[in-house]
Each structure stands twice: as C-alpha cells, then as structure tokens.
T-cell receptor, first 112, second 114 residues
Framework: SQTIHQWPATLVQPVGSPLSLECTVE??????LYWYRQAAGRGLQLLFY??????ISSEVPQNLSASRPQDRQFILSSKKLLLSDSGFYLC???????????FGEGSWLTVV | AQSVTQLGSHVSVSEGALVLLRCNYS??????LFWYVQYPNQGLQLLLK??????LVKGINGFEAEFKKSETSFHLTKPSAHMSDAAEYFC????????????FGKGTLLTVNP
C-alpha cells in the first residue's frame, strides 16, 4: 500500500532563517505531488504541484519554493522566512491518472 | 474557475442526532467532489468522493453525501452522530481530467455534545 511521510512535524524558526520541509511517498511511482498550506479560518491553499521530477508549478506568488529531486520526494523551501509563512503545511500525492489526492500528516511551522 | 462554499463554519449537534454539513460548489465543467475530515493536528483523511455514476455516495464512518447538480450541492450527512465524529470537515472540488488540483472550502468544525 502507498504511504506518505513528511517531516519535521513541528518547527519553530526565527524570521529570516531558511526552511526545508521534506515529503516522501512510498509504494507508487510517478505520483503527482502537492504542497498545501492551511491557515486558520482560511481552508487549504495549494502552493505547488509537480507532475514529474524537476517539474514544479507554483499556484501563488510567495516567499516559498519547491523542488522535486527524485520521483517520490518533494521539498518545500524558503531562503528567508517571514512571519506570514507560519501555518500548517500539508504534502499530498495522487496517482498520475487518478482522481483522488491523499494527504500526509502535516507540519506545523511557527515563525517567531 | 471553481469554488466551494461551506455554509456554517461551526456546527454543533448532540450525540445520536443527525449530522448535516452543507457544501455548494461552482465549476465550469462536470466536477469531482470530495469530503475530507481532519482531526486536531493531523492531516486530511478522505471520507468519500463523487466522480461519476451514482449520485449518492457512501463513505467511511457511516457518512454519505448526495451530488445534486441542479442545486450545485454536495451535502454531507450521517444519521446518528458519535463523539468520535468531532473534527473539522472540508469539502473540495476538482475539474477532473488531467487537472487533479483540489479547491477547498474553508471547513466546518463539527462539535458533538454528550
């Protein structure tokens, strides 16, 4: 069966510091991969999605970037965090020809 | 462009009572519709989905939802609430095809009172 893991689960970072959140999917090949951000009272916002290695689409302009160095690895990064980057970040995947997105456990980021 | 509106950011029911969480969508093409549940500090778990075919779909934990095209709705119901149903529920829409990006509603927090 397929599993998705992301880490770290919780992160407290000072303003201006870098960020790296990692996500891996097991048990499938060539998945679509996604990064969502959840802010209180605002639902979930799609940040990035990827249909293959090195292929990244950004949905909103922001202080974050994403990379996909391997087929089942998706990384969310920032060079300098802002207070507004705080939130709950969710990695997700779907099969290439499927219609359902499955989510990881999430990572809490607090920028102080 | 697609959008989702969840009516009521907070719904409170008594244990054993009917649960009804409302979702209306907007989509320029036949939609795929989803309900996810999120327990505190956890990721999202798929409850059920509608893609094509039967408009009444059953999901996990006794939940079901009915796709009503004429009303552009996909309301989530459960006949009898259980304390363990307390969570936040998200309705989502995608345009299917090769575009599997989900657009989410803002969520409805369900509280179950003993």
């Amino acid at each position: 069966s397929q599993t998705i893991h992301q880490w770290p689960a919780t992160l407290v970072q000072p303003v201006g510091s870098p960020l790296s959140l990692e996500c891996t999917v097991e048990g499938t090949s060539n998945p679509n991969l996604y990064w969502y951000r959840q802010a209180a009272g605002r639902g979930l916002q799609l940040l990035f999605y990827s249909v293959g290695i090195g292929q990244i689409s950004s949905e909103v302009p922001q202080n974050l970037s994403a990379s996909r160095p391997q087929d089942r690895q998706f990384i969310l990064s920032s060079k300098k965090l802002l207070l507004s980057d705080s939130g709950f970040y969710l990695c997700a995947w779907s099969v290439l020809s499927g219609n359902t997105i499955y989510f990881g456990e999430g990572s809490w980021l607090t920028v102080v | 462009a697609q959008s989702v509106t969840q009516l009521g950011s907070h719904v409170s029911v008594s244990e054993g009572a009917l649960v009804l969480l409302r979702c209306n969508y907007s989509s320029s093409v036949p939609p795929y519709l989803f309900w996810y549940v999120q327990y505190p500090n956890q990721g999202l778990q798929l409850l059920l989905k509608y893609t094509t075919g039967a408009t009444l779909v059953k999901g996990i934990n006794g939940f079901e939802a009915e796709f009503k095209k004429s009303e552009t709705s996909f309301h989530l119901t459960k006949p009898s609430a259980h304390m363990s149903d307390a969570a936040e529920y998200f309705c989502a829409v995608s345009e299917g095809g090769s575009n599997y990006k989900l657009t989410f509603g803002k969520g409805t927090l369900l509280t179950v009172n003993p």
